[in-house]
């Protein structure tokens, strides 16, 4: 379980949903919060006392934030520059090993920084990112759906998963999207795949499902719509183009249009790892 949870926040609805929701699994998994606040200076910005201004203002809402949880362990951290720079270089220095971002998705605002910038963190930053649009109604994650190529590669990924959400003992809903292309795999030999994943899932209940779609994130959106899912879960692979099933754009495409939560679990870190 997560020891060092990290939250990025502007202050907007969405960051506040994602505070609330970092917040509450940081109870469950007694793990430290960091809350940051990055401003994002234009370029042209030379206006120190104004930058003083906003700094202070961003300090007294991190610090009321912290004194809404007494009871948890919360540090809070300013910083400028761009976001998922500033955030890249936190994850390494601070030892997090969880972040909880909000996301406007396709309605995104450009005065605010989350949008844009949670799918660069999502796609640069090496550690689980759980992506959230909307108030959670519990963070007690029962119902999970992990979408995957089911290789030997993901295997990783899921062990991580299981490890991060046992305590919730979830029923697990494998999925493999099938689009009609040609590089979609025999249902036979997903089968066998997709069963080797449910050992691994045991003693945690779990089920296998084939679900046709238009597109890969399409499907595992529609899919998770279905059977009403607290969580969707997908493994951010970095391979051979022609094997790789969440990559770049389908993650980003799944972060940008899900409203239930997406928990992408950074390929890169769980090799690392293993």
């Known amino acids: 379980m997560p020891d060092n949870i990290l939250i990025p926040t502007d202050f907007s609805a969405v960051a506040n949903y994602a505070a609330t929701a970092g917040i509450a699994l940081a109870k469950i998994f007694k793990a430290r919060v960091h809350l940051l606040n990055c401003l994002e200076v234009p370029e042209a910005f030379d206006d120190t006392a104004e930058f003083k201004q906003q ?123 099938h689009t009609g292309s040609v590089f979609d795999p025999p249902v036979a030999v997903s089968t066998d795949a997709m069963e080797s994943f449910q050992l691994l899932a045991a003693p945690l209940q779990s089920e296998i499902h084939f679900y046709k779609d238009f597109t890969v994130e399409s499907g595992i959106r529609h899919f998770s719509e279905e059977t009403d899912a607290d969580l969707v879960v997908v493994s951010n692979q970095i391979r051979h183009p022609l094997k790789r099933i969440f990559v770049g754009s389908n993650v980003e495409a799944l972060v940008n249009h899900s409203d239930i939560p997406v928990l992408s679990l950074d390929f890169e870190q769980e090799k690392m790892a293993s």
Do not use: W
């Open 55 to 177: 700094m202070y203002n961003s300090k007294i809402l991190l610090e009321d934030l912290r004194n809404q949880h007494p009871d948890i362990k919360i540090q809070i951290h300013q910083s400028g520059g761009r976001l998922f720079e500033t955030v890249k270089d936190f994850v390494g220095k601070n030892k997090i090993d969880f972040i909880v971002i909000g996301s406007h998705g396709t309605s995104g605002k450009n005065e605010f920084f989350l949008g844009s910038n949670t799918q660069k963190i999502v796609r640069m930053v090496h550690c689980p990112v759980l992506v959230v649009k909307e108030p959670l109604e519990s963070a007690h994650f029962k119902k999970v759906v992990f979408a995957s190529g089911f290789s030997e590669e993901d295997k990783p990924a899921f062990l991580r998963m299981k490890d991060l959400l046992s305590v919730f003992k979830p029923k697990i809903h494998f999925v493999m999207i």
